[in-house]
């Protein structure tokens, strides 16, 4: 299964890794955390290449906020593969951008995508900024989205049945911009999955509308509802304050059999 991209070359961003011991689980699989990282490296990559790195953008108080995302895995890499994360840039309007990404291992096989909804921000105002023209130039944009509906979706009704589990904010789990990682979501979400689930299965889909943001120091109470058949939905609270911060819903499914061989054990050794 493989599939072109049609647009402009500048406006992808291409990006090859080995998956390392320190990203695997114990079964010898990339985690879905882990995953995501590397994908959000990717993207500020592609920031950095047209000269609007991360930190170029916070000495001017400005910054990239996700807003949404959904993705959608066939299968995880494991220990050893190399994996190549096709990133790029489906729109562009004032204020907003949609990022997709496309993973393929070595035989150009897709391994998963997702779609993203990123804001600008001018984080000492805290309100929408336009998106700066370089940006515009550098990248251009890409005709092509992935799970366009999906960010459309803003309608939200309560859990009926869920159990609660919280999670204090630590430092480490602030980013660049001094709130909550959109990654530690995916991590808490994960530990309040029921431990079977958790070890027998793993994550299909994912999908995430981020509504506010959470800083330092208070505690984030995460309510889990089983709508069954490996679905669960989540909702993401400051405790201290009774507002929700995230929504997300997760398709778990039976872990494949990992082609793991001695031939990629000798392409790492």
């Not at 991360?54 to 990239?64: D, K």
């Not at 994996?83 to 990022?99: A, K, P």
């Not at 689930?197 to 506010?212: G, H």
Request: glycine share 6%; with cysteine; hydrophobic share 35%.
């Amino acid at each position: 299964m493989t599939q072109q991209l049609s647009c402009r070359e500048q406006s992808i961003f291409r990006r090859t890794i080995l998956i390392g011991y320190k990203s695997v689980f114990q079964d010898g699989r990339i985690s879905p955390a882990l995953l995501w990282e590397e994908l959000e490296e990717s993207a500020e990559q592609h920031c950095r290449l047209i000269g609007m790195d991360v930190f170029t953008l916070l000495s001017r108080q400005e910054a990239w906020v996700l807003k949404s995302g959904a993705s959608r895995m066939h299968r995880y890499p494991g220990y050893g593969e190399k994996i190549e994360i096709i990133s790029w840039i489906s729109s562009l309007d004032r204020y907003r951008g949609y990022r997709e990404f496309r993973i393929k291992d070595e035989e150009g096989q897709i391994l998963g995508e997702m779609s993203t909804l990123w804001v600008y921000m001018d984080l000492k105002e805290r309100h929408l900024k336009a998106i700066p023209e370089e940006f515009h130039i550098g990248w251009g944009s890409c005709g092509e989205a992935l799970h366009s509906d999906f960010h459309k979706k803003n309608s939200y009704s309560s859990l009926c049945e869920f159990k609660s589990d919280l999670f204090s904010v630590r430092r480490r789990d602030l980013d660049s911009s001094a709130h909550v990682h959109n990654i530690r979501y995916l991590e808490w979400l994960s530990e309040s999955i029921p431990e079977e689930i958790y070890r027998d299965c793993q994550i299909a889909d994912f999908s995430a509308l981020y509504r506010r943001e959470m800083r330092s120091g208070g505690t984030v109470d995460i309510r889990t509802e089983d709508l069954g058949d490996g679905c669960f939905r989540h909702d993401f609270y400051n405790k201290d304050e009774s507002l929700l911060l995230c929504s997300a819903q997760s398709r778990w499914v039976k872990k494949e059999s990992l082609p793991f061989s001695a031939g990629i054990l000798q392409k790492v050794l």
